[in-house]
Nanobody
Framework: VQLQASGGGLVQAGGSLRLSCVLPRTITSVFWGYTMSWYRQAPGKQRNLVAS???????NYADDVKGRFTISRDNSKKTVYLYMNSLEPEDTAVYYCNAAQSGEAYWGKGTQVTVSS
């Protein structure tokens, strides 16, 4: 089972993108029970946490995206979003969505974000 992520693309530095990730219907556990996260992996580098949000909307951000990225969730749509503003070339990576709760973890296929200088 894979999460369905979308919204990546090519953008100039300073631009914005919105990523979306939907929990598929085949995952029957209630959506609010999952902590939803976005990770990213640049070529030749490890996958790192970008932002996460719990079911009651507590958020956590990597230091290098604080003030520029915002994570949110719509529990009725089983969807998590990542709003990315003031994008920098260093934000170029494949972005992965993750859903996790005790004993379960699911990943999305990844969506490419490329920021040109």
């Amino acid at each position: 089972v894979q999460l369905q992520a979308s919204g990546g693309g090519l953008v100039q530095a300073g631009g914005s993108l919105r990523l979306s990730c939907v929990l598929p219907r085949t995952i029957t556990s209630v959506f609010w029970g999952y902590t939803m996260s976005w990770y990213r992996q640049a070529p030749g580098k490890q996958r790192n946490l970008v932002a996460s949000i719990t079911g009651n909307r507590n958020t956590n951000y990597a230091d290098d995206v604080k003030g520029r990225f915002t994570i949110s969730r719509d529990n009725s749509k089983k969807t998590v979003y990542l709003y990315m503003n003031s994008l920098e070339p260093e934000d170029t990576a494949v972005y992965y969505c993750n859903a996790a709760q005790s004993g379960e973890a699911y990943w999305g296929k990844g969506t490419q974000v490329t920021v040109s200088s």
